[in-house]
């Protein structure tokens, strides 16, 4: 205690508050997501029986079975006896308890004899065989329903990705989701620079109002101009008798959407730059041109990959701007719009939508990790070094 107490005071109640605000975010995000891909590898029957959290130890489910026919019976002195294996064979599992009611599917334990009643005694063991005896031949043409308690060993498996991307059609949406965000993460960055560089380093009249017009611009919400900017689209697409569904249609939307947020957080980055590396360089006769693509972009990069990760996550997981400006067919639909499709047809079927839940998750996953280390440096000083 004395040793927590100290750790505390070295650390600080500020900061230690801090650390546990983090770890406990982290946790809140990352328990869904294994929950995600654990769900995605098991048995169908597993899903629906224990949660994912059990998945790593034997789950138990009641299994209703008949016994073999009375015609299998044999005599055994006073007794006729009836013999098997609960399981099918090569079918994995033990049994934990028995019985002969619905009310009571574990009135009996493995191994343990049950009577039956008028001579009769049932006993089935842990690996699935029975004896079934009476003191008189059994009739009917039917064997004895017995309910049973297994514990099935934990199941993976690979086949709900497969089903997935095969027949489920979602390795098409994900080539489509991969075309619309990957060209509108990259346009908006580069139209953004140039202009945060304009708006930062050089002068012209009107660059105030500019500003101020841009920052207004990022409170404004995308429904609001989701439907004048697709009435322009389409006016301009009857113009020019070009296709109104198309990917360049989607890429100058989230273009446009875009482009607010990445201007003012690339404009406060390089405003924050180091003056007298750009007066050098104007010394030195580079142009404006020249300071932008060997100075300022390679310096910014930080603040490029922030924005990026967020672009890429907002394109990727939207649904409504790819639904409006690209379209619900079959041969254009991204992979969100995919994903809910799949929620009205196959909304009870838990392993194919975890399955497909992931598959949607991982690519973010990846370019979050992948540039994770730029983010707070390039949000950092975009927040403290603009003017």
Known sequence: MTALATRIRRVGLPRLFVHLSVLLIVIIWLVPTLGILVTSIRDRDQITTSGWWTAFSNSAQTAAVRLAEPSAQRQEGASYVITGNVFEEGAPGTVRAFGVRVQEPAAFKAGETADLGDGEALTVNGDGS???????????????????????????????????VNAEGLGQSFINS????????????????????????????????????????????????????????????ILFGVPSKTYAGIWLAHTAFGMPLAIYLLRNYIAGLPKEIIESARVDGASDFEIFMKIVLPLSFPALA?????????????????????????????????LNALLGSRGGNWE?????????????????????????RGLLAGSVKGG
């Open 306 to 338: 922030s924005f990026a990760i967020f672009q890429f996550l907002w394109v990727w997981n939207d649904l409504l701007v790819a639904i409006v400006f690209l379209g619900a067919s079959r041969d254009q639909l991204v992979l969100t719009g995919a």
């Open 130 to 164: 029975y004896v079934h005896s009476s003191t008189t031949p059994f009739e009917g043409n039917r064997g004895q329903r017995v309910y049973l308690t297994v514990a099935t060993p934990p199941e993976f498996t690979m086949e709900n990705y497969q089903t997935v």
């Open 178 to 237: 991969l075309t619309v965000t990957i060209p509108a993460t990259v346009i908006p960055i580069l139209i953004a620079a140039f202009a945060a560089y304009a708006l930062s380093w050089m002068e012209f009249p009107g660059r105030t109002i500019i500003i101020a017009t841009v920052i207004g611009l990022i409170v404004v919400p995308l429904q609001m101009s989701l439907i004048p900017l697709l009435r322009l689209y389409n006016e301009i697409s």
């Open 352 to 376: 194919i939508l975890t399955a497909s839940a992931f598959i949607t998750i991982i690519v973010p996953l990846l370019v979050f990790f992948a540039l994770q280390r730029y983010l707070v």
